[in-house]
Structure formats: C-alpha cells, structure tokens
C-alpha cells in the first residue's frame, strides 16, 4: 500500500524501510518495446529462440529496463506531499546482481538513507534501492543501488 510523506516529514523517515511495491510481471512486449527505445537489440534481449539456447534459457529484460522501473516502483511505495516537483540526480553503487528472465516478476524495496537541504527550496533525497526477482519459487536479489532525487517545496502564497 502507498503512504504518503509531507515533505516536512521525510527527515525523521532517515534509515527507515519506506516500504515495497507490488510485484510485477516482465513481458516480452515490454523488452521489445525497451529494446527498440534504446537500439539496444541484443539477441539475449528480443531473439527468443536463439535465448533458449543460450546461457539463462530464456530472453531476459536489459539492466536498464529493470532500473527504469524506478520511479514507477517508487511511486507505489510512498509519494511525497507538499511539493510541486521531483527530478532524479543520479544513481550511485548500482550493481546488477542477477538476470531477470522474460515472464518472471521484480518488485522494489526503498529505505530513505539520505535528506539534506539544498538551495532554491529544495531538498535532495537519497533512497536506497532493492530490486528483486521472482522466477518460479526462487527470489533474490536481482540490483541494488541508490537513487538521488531533489524534491522542491514551493514558496507558500502570501495573498
């Protein structure tokens, strides 16, 4: 279930869990679809006759897709209000950890490890990302790494 932070908030969440999405299944379509956005057709990705042969059985989703899923993860675990935008920085200490084969399910576990001011009204925010996948019975770690994001709090009306 999504909670919702008041950006006034997010400080006293600093090393807590925040929370985890639901799971989601990873289509061929949508490795397709990834594959073509970023001319990125390997045959690991899109050939999945030639994948069956090759080492994980099976076409498995690009890396980045399965980082992409971020704000969308995200998004089910918390949103923040009080504020009238978010712009991701950066991400740092990604590894990806294990493949995550066409038709098995990932979902998102996100700690706040980070909360700073920054100038002009923002506040930078750094989320520790789990990404996870699920093949058959079997669910580990599929990447890990931070996200740094800056959220901005607007100026309160004085009329």
């Known amino acids: 279930m999504t909670q919702t932070i008041h950006v006034r908030d997010l400080a006293a969440q600093l090393g807590e869990p ?7 299944e990873i289509t061929q379509k949508q490795v397709d679809l990834f594959a073509d956005a970023t001319w990125d057709h390997q045959w690991i990705h899109v050939d999945p006759e030639r994948a069956a042969a090759g080492p994980y059985g099976g076409t498995i989703a690009h890396g980045f897709l399965t980082i992409s899923l971020a704000p969308s993860l995200i998004g089910e675990v918390f949103v923040i209000d009080g504020i009238d935008m978010m712009v991701n920085q950066g991400l740092r200490e990604l590894k990806l950890r294990a493949a995550v084969p066409v038709g098995s399910r990932v979902r998102l576990s996100a700690t706040l490890t980070g909360h700073r001011p920054r100038p002009r009204g923002f506040t930078e925010l750094v989320l520790g990302l789990v990404y996870e996948v699920e093949t058959g019975d079997k669910v580990q770690k599929a990447a890990t ?15």
């Open 18 to 24: 925040l929370g985890a999405s639901s799971w989601h």
């Open 145 to 159: 790494g931070e996200i740094v994001l800056l959220v901005h709090e607007p100026e309160e009306s004085t009329a």
